[in-house]
C-alpha cells in the first residue's frame, strides 16, 4: 500500500527543519548506500551528529504523533532520518532499500518513508518514481507531506533539473510484516471510524472493532 499523507510537519516544524539543514554539513550520500545503490545514488546527505538528531527528532515526532501515519504503517520502530539534498543534475537511480538496517539495534525494514521538505513548485525534476504492477507511480508532494510505500519496491528519484530537493527519509518497522495485511487493518480502521463519527458506538461499530483487534492480535509481530 502506497500512502499519502498531508501536512505530517507544520509550519513550525518544517521552518525549523529546513533551518537545521541550513546550519549543517552535507557529504556524499553514497557513503550511506549499500555497494551496489552506491552506483546510483547521486546526492547529498546530512552529515551524523547533533544537527541531524534534532532535525531527526522533529521529523520521527511528527510522523509517530499523526493519525493516518500510526494507523496505515503501525509502527513497532522507526529508524533514524537521513536528510538529503539534490542539486541539478543529481538523483537517484533505481533501488530497493536494505532489507535489515542498524547495528544495535538492528531492524527488519517494511516501510519506506518520504518526507518531503522543498515546496514542489521550487525545483524542477526530483520525483520519487515507484515501479508497481500497474506501472510506474510518480510523487512530488508539498513541502511537510509524506509518502509511504513497502520497502519491497523498487523506486529512485529522477534527476533535479532546476533549484534544490530536500527531503527526510526513514524506515519503519511495523508491528504487522505483510504489506496485504496492514492495507486490511487500514481499510477496516477507516470504516469503524466513520461509523462511529456517522452513528456512534453502534453493533456494527462493535462488530468492525472486533474484527480489527482480533486480525491485529493473529497478525501482530511485537
Not at 511528527?62 to 533514524?80: C, D, N, Y
Not at 519491497?152 to 526513514?170: C, F, I, K
Request: glycine share 8%.
Amino acid at each position: 500500500m502506497i500512502l499519502c499523507i498531508a501536512e505530517v510537519l507544520n509550519a513550525d516544524e518544517l521552518v525549523e527543519v529546513r533551518r537545521q539543514l541550513a546550519a549543517g554539513s552535507f557529504v556524499d550520500g553514497r557513503q550511506t548506500a549499500g555497494w551496489h545503490a552506491g552506483l546510483v545514488k547521486n546526492n547529498q546527505q546530512l552529515e551524523s551528529g547533533p544537527v541531524a538528531r534534532a532535525a531527526g527528532a522533529i521529523v520521527q515526532k511528527a510522523l509517530l504523533r499523526h493519525e493516518v501515519f500510526r494507523a496505515g504503517v503501525l509502527p513497532h520502530s522507526l529508524r533514524p532520518p537521513l536528510f538529503s539534498r539534490s542539486d541539478i543534475g543529481q538523483g537517484y537511480g533505481p533501488h530497493v532499500d536494505d532489507a535489515v538496517m542498524g547495528d544495535a539495534p538492528r531492524g527488519r525494514s517494511d516501510v519506506s518513508v518520504t518526507v518531503f521538505l522543498s515546496a514542489p513548485e521550487s525545483y524542477k525534476g526530483g520525483e520519487l518514481v515507484m515501479d508497481t504492477p500497474g506501472g510506474e507511480l510518480s510523487y512530488k508532494l508539498a513541502a511537510g507531506s509524506a509518502v509511504t510505500y513497502p520497502s519491497t519496491s523498487l523506486h529512485r528519484v529522477t534527476p533535479v533539473t532546476a533549484g534544490r530537493r530536500e527531503a527526510a527519509v526513514t524506515w519503519v518497522q511495523s508491528l504487522v510484516r505483510a504489506a496485504e495485511q496492514r492495507e486490511i487493518l487500514f481499510d477496516l480502521d477507516r470504516a469503524r471510524r466513520a461509523i462511529f463519527e456517522a452513528q456512534g458506538k453502534t453493533p456494527a461499530f462493535d462488530a468492525v472493532t472486533k474484527s480489527y483487534a482480533n486480525l491485529l492480535r493473529l497478525w501482530a509481530e511485537p
